[in-house]
């Protein structure tokens, strides 16, 4: 490899959320050197990354993470295995139910809080030779050098702005800063008309390990199993009824919550503080540019019916560290034919659960005869149909389409 000297770093990563974190860990083995720029510290209360929610991964998240070497980290502390998902439909006949038999995988996914992840990021990040943290840090503007790029950083305080030259820029701001619409990549964002509401319930059955997604006129209400007897709960709520769901009491959510879910995981109680999240769908025609990517929500949001956002960016950055990894002249380190590879790589992955999620969202959060009979005539085709059933099972957990080493479980270095 030629002389970095020119360069303050090889690749700088803005967000040091689950995606950029992730990325950074997975670019260890590669031995660049490596600045993560983030906002707000990993362990704040603010922190919108690493906050009261828990994400359920699939099986290829947890072979990316298997061959990053921090999934035993990761499960030793709490990783609660999905067995089976049951998929119902409110008040009609369809229903479904995936196994993790059905795959022939120990189980279809994992049960991890968020601020799990960000720990066990942040820990291996911290103890990488190879990686700088710059951190309370905002990146704020961004200009094209010659071979690679240049970020303005203000370091919290009242400190001077920070100039900092890369080879690569890779954003993960999670669409929430202005700066990738600097790269100039064309992105349409599209705000739902629902938000999600969060909360851990108890229950009066054990969970065995099982999901609940049962869809509503108002949208999909999903159970998450997280502890012996307890379920974390995603509910769509149209934004009308947001502000009074949020202001109902505790007696009144579970009442309501009974009411919408039925008795099928028995009898809730215990809400934990409700949190809520707008929802917005949204992908960008070609995530990359001249010396620069962007990855993550940055680059596609999707809705969490089907629990499939981060996972998606966890992909992404498995493909990314691999063509980073391989890339054999660091003077040509994020110049467009390597990132021209990696997108079109990705870019039918990112289409297809944009695709899938928005579709599932359109077809079952109504109530005209029309799609709930397509509805309950899909879920029963998928139950009476195998390879239907392993098809959308294998779709759901990442394990379709051309995988990256680290997909697959295999370390980079
Ligand atoms: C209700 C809900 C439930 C979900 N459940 C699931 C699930 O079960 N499974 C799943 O796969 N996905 C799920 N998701 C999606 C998942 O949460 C997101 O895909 C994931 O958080 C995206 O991570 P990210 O790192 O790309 O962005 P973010 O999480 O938004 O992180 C971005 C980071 O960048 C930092 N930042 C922003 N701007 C700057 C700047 N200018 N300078 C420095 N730092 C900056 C921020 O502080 C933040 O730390 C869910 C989402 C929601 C809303």
């Known amino acids: 490899m030629s002389d970095n000297a020119e360069y303050d770093y090889d690749v700088v990563i803005i967000g040091g959320g689950l995606v950029g974190a992730s990325l950074a860990v997975a670019l260890v083995p590669t031995g660049l050197n490596i600045l993560v720029v983030e906002s707000i510290e ?18 290829s998240a947890k072979l990316i993470y298997t061959g990053m070497e921090i999934w035993n980290a990761i499960a030793s502390q709490q990783a609660e295995p999905i067995k089976d998902i049951h998929i119902s439909n409110a008040g009609h006949f369809g229903k479904t139910h995936l196994s993790y038999q059905q795959v022939g995988t120990e189980a279809l996914g994992y049960v991890v809080p968020t601020r799990i992840l960000g720990k066990v990021l942040w820990e291996r990040m911290q103890q990488s030779s190879n990686i700088h943290l710059m951190t309370p840090a905002q990146a704020v503007s961004i200009s094209t050098i010659e071979g690679g790029k240049k970020i303005d950083i203000q370091p919290d305080g009242q400190k001077p702005l920070l100039h900092i030259k890369t080879r690569l820029l890779a954003i993960a701001d999670g669409g929430r800063s202005a700066i990738n619409a600097q790269l100039n990549i064309e992105r349409s964002i599209k705000e739902y008309e629902h938000a999600a509401v969060l909360s851990i319930v108890s229950t009066s059955k054990d969970h065995h390990h099982r999901a609940y997604e049962r869809f509503t006129p108002e949208g999909p209400l999903a159970l998450l199993p997280n502890g012996r007897k307890t379920h974390a709960l995603v509910w769509t709520t149209h934004k009308d009824n947001l502000e009074e769901r949020m202001r109902l009491s505790d007696e009144k959510f579970i009442e309501e919550l009974q009411t919408a879910f039925g008795d099928k995981a028995g ?68 110049g467009l034919e390597m990132l021209n590879n990696y997108s079109q790589s990705r870019q039918r992955d990112a289409r297809m659960v944009s695709w899938f999620t928005h579709g599932l969202i359109s077809l079952f959060s109504n109530d005209f005869v029309v799609p709930a009979l397509t509805r309950n005539l899909g879920l029963s085709a998928i139950e009476l149909f195998p390879p239907a059933k392993r098809f959308f099972l294998r779709r759901t957990m990442g394990l379709t389409g051309k995988q990256s080493k680290l997909a697959m479980g295999i370390p980079l270095g």
Do not use: M, W
């Open 42 to 59: 990993f362990d704040s209360k603010a922190q919108p990354s690493y906050d009261e929610r828990t994400v359920a991964l699939t099986h």
């Open 267 to 334: 009898n809730f109680s215990h809400p934990s503080k409700r949190n809520c999240y707008p929802l917005t769908h949204g992908i960008v025609k070609n995530p990359i540019s001249h010396h620069g990517v962007i990855v993550g929500n940055a680059a596609h949001t999707v809705h969490p019916v089907a629990g499939q956002g981060f996972n998606l960016g966890l992909r992404d950055v498995a493909a990314l560290a691999e063509a980073i990894y391989h890339h054999r002249h660091r003077s040509t380190l994020g």
